[in-house]
């Protein structure tokens, strides 16, 4: 990968430069490990999204996935983008609120809501809330009659699709653990029905558990939904007003799933396959898409220290050990999926000799390249860290948590959280013992 065809990245000096500041100067000012953040990739990246759907389908909503990055200053700038959001928690939900986003532009999520957060949902007037099972329904139906509240929902459905992530996790259908089964479906939408003064059934949505899907796995998800959507409808007269596909958005596929889905809900398509009194069925619907990796990943950038090194001689093997590591949420079996790692003040150098490198955990990575010069006191910067790395944080091992900064559109630089200290890590806890020994750091 050649970062520097993103002109975000320069060389200034032997540094690397992000956003127009000088990588080096900044870890030196507000130490290390320290997350960088760009407000101008940031809404690059969501303008990107919006024009590639709505392009062909000028009836899309762009939902923000919050677990993938939820600093809430990184949550402002994407809604004064214009993204709306998607959240997984009681707690994410709060933080978008936080940020300025109202009830109606956020869509809440996963298969672990509790009682109280599905309370919070409702007071807050969410846009919807995804359903994950019968008993789900059952139980949210029961809270928005206690609050004497109605709430909008959408049924999530597991399509049967042929895809598969790894040998653990199937995509969807019987064997995922998201979603409501075919079987299942008609008897949902009849409990929606039932009760309706509390209960608004608007849609329908999926996930596929991976992180950047194929354009063809969603394709036959978006069809299954399209052929189930009219199927429940003449067994039990629900017309779908949303039809939700998730995320797995990347630069390389958006264009693609964008004009197969667009494709799909056109009547001529449409009436193909379900007859001509179904051509319409679909005109108005809203398409809605919740990415989170290709709206946060090149925002973000971690770096890194070398704090030691050491050379096995018996294995040949160059050893280099970070200031990061779980604590910092990078897992480093991740590392070359989504990572690339560069040496911040030597980028001029060929990185051409193999480490392998360890860090703040029990893990380690291998056949990573840097430039044979590297020493301890380098700085090592991952690339695309903005995506389910910063959210990831942990006080691991009893280390404090990194501070992050943002670069804001106009080139100056604003702390949007401080490192942790000493001190923070008792936050919350309670002694055993009265006495308590409070060291001055």
């Not at 500041?21 to 900044?26: H, S, T």
């Not at 609120?97 to 532009?105: M, P």
């Not at 895809?163 to 089964?181: A, K, P, V």
């Not at 999926?337 to 150098?349: P, R, V």
Request: charged content about 25%; aromatic content about 10%.
């Amino acid at each position: 990968m050649d970062i520097f065809e993103n002109k975000i990245f320069k060389i200034e000096k032997e540094h690397l430069c992000f956003d127009g500041r000088d990588l080096i100067k900044l870890v030196e000012k507000y130490g290390s490990p320290l997350y960088v953040f760009s407000e101008r990739e940031l809404r690059k990246n969501v303008n990107e999204v919006i024009v590639a759907f709505r392009t062909f389908y000028d009836k899309t909503s762009i939902h923000y996935a919050a677990q993938c990055e939820s600093t809430l200053a990184n949550l402002q700038v994407i809604r004064d983008a214009g993204c709306n959001l998607q959240v997984n928690s009681g707690g994410e939900l709060f933080k978008g609120l936080q940020a300025g986003f109202e009830g109606d532009q956020i869509i809440f999520t996963g298969a672990c809501k509790t009682g109280e957060e599905i309370e919070l949902a409702i007071k807050s007037g969410v846009k919807s809330v995804n359903i994950d099972s019968i008993y789900e329904l059952t139980r949210i139906a029961k809270i928005a009659e206690a609050l004497d509240t109605p709430v909008n929902i959408a049924l999530m459905v597991a399509p049967e699709i042929s895809y598969y992530h790894s040998d653990r996790h199937r995509l969807s259908g019987q064997e995922s653990e998201f979603g409501i089964t075919f079987e299942q479906l008609r008897t949902a939408i009849r409990m929606s029905q039932k009760n309706k003064k509390y209960v608004k059934l608007k849609g329908y949505h999926f996930h596929l558990q991976n992180g950047s899907h194929e354009p063809e796995s969603v394709h036959e998800a978006f069809v299954t939904m399209l052929e189930t959507a009219v199927k429940m409808y003449q067994l039990t007269g629900f017309s779908p007003q949303s039809l939700n596909i998730g995320g797995g958005i990347s630069s390389d596929n958006m264009g693609q799933i964008a004009e197969a889905v667009s494709e799909e809900l056109n009547a001529a398509t449409v009436e193909k396959w379900a007859g001509k009194e179904y051509g319409q069925f679909f005109k108005d619907i809203e398409l809605i898409i919740e990415p989170g990796r290709k709206i946060a990943a090149s925002a973000g950038i971690l770096l890194t220290s070398i704090v030691n090194e050491k050379y096995r001689k018996n294995l040949n093997e160059n050893w280099l050990v970070l200031d990061e590591g779980l604590n910092n949420g990078m897992e480093f079996e991740r590392l070359l999926s989504y990572n690339q790692l560069l040496c911040a003040n030597k980028i001029t150098e060929n990185h051409n000799m193999s480490y392998k490198i360890s860090g703040l955990s029990y893990a380690s990575s291998e056949g990573i390249r840097l430039p044979g010069s590297i020493t301890a006191g380098d700085f090592i910067a991952f690339i695309n860290a903005g995506a389910y790395s910063h959210s990831y944080l942990s006080s691991f091992s009893g280390r404090p948590r990194p501070g992050a900064i943002m670069i804001k559109k106009n080139g100056t630089v604003k702390q949007i959280k401080r490192p942790q200290r000493y001190e923070d890590l008792l936050e919350g806890e309670e002694p055993f013992r009265e006495e308590l020994n409070v060291c001055a750091i």
